[in-house]
């Protein structure tokens, strides 16, 4: 496995194959290369950023459904939940929300889906004798009203229960993803429902939960066509504490695979090593990530064969920020992948046909991203504020 610096021209979505990874589960692939410093001399790319006016609602999540922008999040006041579609001249308009339970009336939203007609929403807020999430899921036309549907406690809730990661529509259906704690840590949480009423599925395969010799973590996710992306980390126990990003891949009730992402060897041990975001376009899924101290963009060929295909690995430009864990956020605009790092000093890396080139980004983290066509999206800060810059030169 090549892995290159921005100073490389991307290869193509059909290039040969660098690195298979086999469908067995693997904490730690031996995938060697030596990499080059990464190119302070990466082209850059013209990102004028303009904030998009929500009134009275602070941004969360974000999704762009056939075309249309959604933006959701609490009430200015975060006395409630919120939820807005952008239209022409970058316009807010409200959507309704009804909800059916206390703690769908004073949450806030942390996830948007949506098949074309229908949203799928969810939303959460801390509470309860141990404050824990208390969880809520949300559907209804994407007009409005968007109704919440109380489920029972055990369902998202419990002793063992995890963080709901997103909602993700696959084969037409919503698929609630998470985790839920297990025998040796988390494992992953898939959830359909019947009707209004929601399932935990209960035969995920061993592949996606975590075991004596593999703690695994979870940490975003989407979807491509019937399968199910899940952006996440493995921790080896077996060889001291040994950490690798790794992309899980599977379906509802089906095999799941785990792809480990190739890093270069001297970020193998004692760094963060993880991947943060993932988006998909075509037969191409883009994870984005940090090893070693370097923010890393790879490029994945999902097929319906039980193999997928790491392309390429990329170290992008950026240093680690002092005082936190950064978390890579990765969309797709007009078929080239848009990563903010959230390094040390704010920016975008686009991955251009001619190479990787560099531009601006809003000043604060960029906490989730969306592209609508040629348009960027970006919600950054505590609270949030949703900015918006045409993709242009690429």
Do not use: K
């Not at 690798?244 to 001297?266: C, D, K």
């Amino acid at each position: 496995m090549r892995i290159r610096d921005t100073r490389q021209t991307r290869r193509t979505a059909r290039a040969r194959p660098l690195c298979v990874l086999a469908a067995v589960l693997c904490v730690v692939a031996a995938c060697s290369a030596t990499p080059r410093s990464a190119a302070s001399r990466a082209a850059r790319t013209d990102l004028s950023w303009a904030e998009v006016p929500v009134f009275g609602l602070a941004p969360e999540t974000i999704a762009v459904i056939d075309g249309d922008v959604f933006v959701g999040g609490a009430t200015a006041d975060g006395s409630g939940p919120a939820l807005d579609r952008i239209g022409g001249a970058l316009s807010a308009v409200p959507i309704r929300l009804a909800p059916s339970e206390p703690y769908a009336r004073t949450g806030r939203l942390t996830s948007i889906a949506g098949d074309g007609t229908r949203l799928y929403l969810i939303g959460v807020r801390t509470g309860g004798a141990h404050d824990n999430p208390r969880w809520t899921v949300w559907d209804g036309p994407e007009g409005g009203p968007v109704t919440s549907r109380p489920q029972e406690f055990f369902t998202f809730g419990g002793h063992d229960a995890g963080p709901l990661l997103a909602t993700v529509v696959v084969d037409g259906s919503p698929v609630v993803v998470g985790s839920r704690g297990g025998q040796h840590g988390s494992d992953a949480a898939i959830y359909t429902r019947s009707g209004t009423t929601w399932t935990a599925a209960a035969d995920v395969d061993q592949r996606a939960r975590s075991r004596a010799s593999a703690v695994l973590g979870f940490g975003a996710v989407t979807a491509h066509a019937s399968r199910i992306l899940i952006a996440g980390d493995a921790v080896d126990t077996t060889d001291g504490i040994r950490q690798a990003p790794v992309l899980f891949i599977g379906r509802v009730g089906g095999p799941w695979q785990m792809v480990v992402l190739p890093v270069p060897p001297s970020t193998a041990r004692g760094h963060l090593s993880r991947a943060t975001s993932v988006s998909c376009a075509d037969d191409v899924c883009w994870v984005a990530g940090w090893s070693g101290g370097r923010p890393m963009a790879w490029s994945v060929a999902v097929t319906d064969e039980p193999v997928s295909v790491v392309l390429d690995a990329h170290i992008l430009p950026g240093e680690e920020p002092t005082g936190t864990d950064p978390v890579a956020v990765v969309t797709v605009a007009g078929g080239v992948p848009v990563v903010f790092p959230n390094a040390r000093e704010p920016g975008t890396v686009v991955g251009c046909p001619d190479g990787w080139r560099t531009g601006g980004s809003p000043a604060e983290p960029v906490t989730a991203a969306a592209a609508a066509g040629q348009t960027l999206y970006a919600i950054s800060g505590h609270p949030g504020r949703i900015s918006a810059a045409a993709l242009a030169g690429c």
